[in-house]
């Protein structure tokens, strides 16, 4: 964007971003290592801040803010540019509504002014009426003799019921952008060709709409070759023992000392696993409203089902000499209840023991994995570059 166009200071809180997203974290991590460096922890290597930015710099780029703290923020977008700019053509940017030029705001109502000969200016209905009031040289094309003609365009205001009407499909797997890796990266599901994405893409629209079916591909512990949907035995004691149907006919099972079962097919699978799933989100929906009504409840003769038992699970996790990490049942079971109800919380006070704890547990498990997954990204990234210098000398 040329000098002045941009008349909003866009710092990194300004874009937007789903939670897990990549570069989010990424921010995180260099505003960690100019803290490191600030603070003098990391001896006399070079470090970022050392780079500084003048305020000639800052007033060129837009900044009216010309203080320290303007210079760090500028300096951290900048560092984020250059660790996002090899992988660009990876990334997908979405722009639900038209942002204004000069103010950054979505226009959501009204008109958005449009460029003539620029084709990705545009300006709402306040930043037009500032720019009509502004000297020539200031005006759009700034810096430019020839002023370039603005025109209105009126936008499509946002529906006022926006609620989706379509069922709610929950699945690990869609969670969080690691999950969704792991699948693909356990069933090499990819997108580097048509032909590929179309088979990924059918596949994951399964995972979807079928939650409970095996996420990753069976294999028989004889021959090692994938096993057919239905066509494999399965032993009832070992948890990881699998044979295909021509391997069983074959020996009829006599190598194991356990009993095999047949593989149900792919109608019973779906019947079953629909049913069993139904009746299993019924349960714990029960079960995490119990937890919550037993955090708040003060009656000693409460009438709900069930909550003098979970009181009594609250008072045991207290007195508890053994703990989980002991074996004990009790303290296990109610750390499960309590890790399911922390992963769905998206209260900010909320009075279930320990969930904060747990949700900052998670969010700290959530972000070690996230950094892992970046730093694998960049080293991949380096390899490339590395190969492209290697092959273009």
Known sequence: ????????????????????????????????????????????????????????????????????????????????????????EDFIMVHLQPSCT?????????????????????????????????????????????????YPVEITDIPADTRDKDEILESEFFDTRQAFLSLCQGNHYQYDTLRRAKHSSMMVLYHLHNPTAPAFVTTCNACHLD???????????????????????????????????????LADQNAQNKEARQLRVLQLRKMLDLLVHASQCRSAHCQYPNCRKVKGLFRHGIQCKVRASGGCVLC??????????????????????????????????????DSRRRAAVMEMMRQRAAEVAGGSS
């Not at 003098?40 to 710099?57: D, S």
């Not at 009832?236 to 069983?248: A, F, L, N, T």
């Open 227 to 265: 096993i057919e949907t239905g066509q494999g035995w399965r032993c009832e004691v070992c948890p990881d023992y699998d044979v295909c149907d021509s391997c069983y006919r074959r020996d009829g099972g006599v190598n194991h000392p356990h009993k095999l079962t047949n593989h149900p097919s």
């Open 102 to 150: 000069h103010c950054c705001i979505l226009m959501v109502s009204g008109n958005r002014w449009v460029c003539s000969q620029c084709k990705y200016f545009q300006i709402c209905d306040k930043c037009y009426e500032a720019e009509e009031r502004r000297e020539d040289r200031e005006r759009h094309p700034v810096n430019f003799k020839d002023k370039h003609a603005l």
């Open 332 to 369: 296990k079971k109610m750390w499960y209840l309590l890790q399911l109800h922390a992963r769905a919380c998206k209260e900010s006070e909320c009075h279930v023991p320990r969930c904060s704890d747990l949700k900052e547990h998670l969010r700290r498990l959530q972000q070690q994995s």
């Open 1 to 88: 964007m040329q000098t002045g166009e941009c008349r909003a200071k866009v710092t990194a809180a300004r874009l937007p971003y789903f939670d897990g997203d990549y570069w989010p974290g990424a921010a995180e991590d260099l505003i960690y290592q100019m803290s490191q460096e600030e603070d003098g922890r990391k001896g006399n290597k070079k470090g970022i801040l050392k780079q500084k930015i003048t305020k000639r710099a800052l007033k060129a780029s837009g900044q009216t803010d010309l203080s320290g703290n303007a210079s760090k923020d500028l300096l951290l977008m900048h560092k984020l540019g250059e660790t996002i700019h090899p992988m660009k």
